[in-house]
């Protein structure tokens, strides 16, 4: 059997008749045609129902088997509407009194209405749709329909809405920087903003960036100390890089000729070393306090100050070498302190791991045997 289907998504034909649905059979469905056409004739939904009773003529009259029903939703949304089509068709397939396999032929006013197609799908299947849109207004109903969830839809919204919206922007911005005598300034500074905006569309910033803040969002709730450090760190680097620069400064006033890129490099790392480093510890603490904190601390997490301190230790030594301000001596002692403390934080907390994970396994060895022998 053919089940001819007429979807009435937003429930006109109820709220403007009264008429309960879903309705079945020819007779009942001409009935609400006609109630519905003289009570709004310009109802698109009007159309649904006449073609489905078309279709239903033509196949009985080729004596194929075949049935037609209207069914409804609502008008409080597309999510409650396709679940009140869906009981409506349930109570369609329940009312057939018949032992062939049911089929439907879905008949909708627009791409809105074929919404509740996958609804339908999964109760019957369906041998196919049909449009029924009026001559003088064909695609209009889809083109509003499709303008309209661009705009309910937020990644569509901003990709395409924002873009146009900074062009629209430019000539009366270009008329404003006119007025205040800065006409280049307000373009340059619109077409920075336009490429900025694409160039995160692009590269997916904008997903990075609402995930960074998330994290942030998290850990500050979490009570973790990680965030803090960060923060701190930031503040350390950014000391460090004013008094990396008031160095390099320092070094081209004492000295009488160009400075070089080593003599620059060295300038810049022996001013901002320090901060450097303090603020490379205080990230490794915060961290390490988190892991200690959530129970996942492993020994040779601590060696994380450490070699920051030999790495700082070395490159201050460098740096001041190259500056004249330290000889050869100092140098060596420097390498030399620093690649051992490197090495001994290395072996000290390596031991101290496997002491203790020894210990822990002995400790679980002993209790699994005491387990088996009762």
């Known amino acids: 059997m053919l089940l001819v289907l007429c979807v009435d998504l937003d429930d006109d034909l109820g709220r403007k008749t009264g008429f309960s649905t879903p309705v079945i059979g020819r007779d009942p469905v001409e009935e609400a045609a006609v109630a519905l056409a003289t009570e709004d004739p310009e109802d698109s ?7 489905g009773l078309h279709v239903y003529d033509d196949l ?3 004596d ?3 049935e037609v029903a209207v069914v409804t939703g609502n ?4 999510v409650k509407a396709n679940r ?9 397939l329940a009312s057939l009194s018949t032992a062939e396999d049911v089929t439907a032929l879905v008949v909708t006013d627009g791409a809105q209405d074929e919404s509740v197609i996958p609804i339908i799908r999964s109760r019957v299947p369906i041998d196919g749709v049909r449009r029924v849109v009026v001559r003088q207004a064909q695609n209009l109903e889809s083109m509003y329909y499709t303008i309209k969830q661009v705009l309910n839809d937020p990644e569509t919204r901003g990709t395409v809405l924002i873009p146009l919206g900074i062009l629209l922007l430019i000539y009366p911005l270009a008329l ?3 007025v205040l005598d800065m006409p280049g300034f307000v373009l340059g500074t619109t077409s920075a903003l336009l490429g900025l905006y694409l160039i995160s569309r692009g590269l997916g910033l904008g997903d ?3 995930a960074a803040v998330e994290r942030a969002r998290r850990s500050l709730y979490a009570g973790r100390t990680t965030l803090l450090a960060y923060v701190v760190a930031a503040a350390l680097f950014a000391l460090g890089g004013v008094s990396g620069r008031n160095e390099l400064e320092a070094v081209r006033e004492a000295s009488p000729s160009k400075v070089g890129v080593p003599v620059m490099l060295a300038a810049l790392v022996y001013g901002s070393i320090q901060w450097i480093a303090a603020a490379g510890v205080t990230t490794s603490l915060g961290q390490i306090t988190d892991e200690y904190i959530a129970g996942t601390l ?5 060696n994380a100050p450490f070699y920051v301190l030999s790495i700082a230790v070395v490159l201050y030594a460098v740096s001041a070498f190259f500056l004249d301000e330290v000889g050869i001596s100092f140098l060596a002692t420097a390498l030399t302190v620093g690649t051992l403390l490197g090495i001994a934080s290395t072996l000290a907390f390596a031991v101290i791991e496997s002491k203790y994970s020894d210990g822990t396994d002995r400790e679980a060895d002993d209790g699994t045997r005491q387990t088996d022998r009762a």
């Open 208 to 210: 990075r960036l609402d």
């Open 60 to 62: 009985a009259d080729r």
């Open 298 to 302: 492993e020994w040779r997490y601590l």
């Open 84 to 92: 009140e089509v869906g009981d409506e068709v349930d109570t369609v």
């Open 64 to 66: 194929e088997s075949v």
């Open 75 to 78: 008008d409080e949304g597309d």
């Open 45 to 51: 939904d009007v159309n649904v129902i006449f073609q």
């Open 176 to 178: 404003v920087g006119t």
